[in-house]
């Protein structure tokens, strides 16, 4: 996002951008991500080391977990948002999106 405010409408599958723009959100993912680098940056350094495989193993759950954070963090947004937005405006195909979506979440647990 190149330093510009992007507009969205409404509909954010038409435009392929989301419909919400909360500073608050949006700082939050950001730092949970630089948080979650960090942990991927000290697994890769604990291989390096040779370091016990069971501590790495917790490392890597850890960092598994708090991605899961991050997409339990999208999703409400999405749901509240997007998703509220499309179904208010007729929409019902959305259902189908979401459904898809969350199952992949599901399954990746």
Request: hydrophobic share 30%; with cysteine; proline share 0%.
């Amino acid at each position: 996002m190149d330093g510009e405010k992007q507009e969205h409408c409404s509909d954010c599958q038409d435009t392929g951008k989301r419909s919400w723009d909360d500073e608050k959100t949006i700082r939050e993912l950001s730092n949970r991500l630089n948080r979650i680098e960090g942990q991927i940056r000290g697994i890769k350094k604990m291989i390096v080391e040779g370091v016990y495989c069971d501590n790495i193993l917790n490392q890597i759950a850890s960092a598994q977990s708090a991605l899961n954070g991050v997409a339990r963090l999208l999703l409400e947004k999405h749901m509240k948002s997007c998703i509220k937005g499309q179904l208010q405006a007729g929409d019902d195909q959305v259902i189908d999106e979401i459904t898809q979506t969350v199952f992949r979440l599901i399954n990746r647990s």
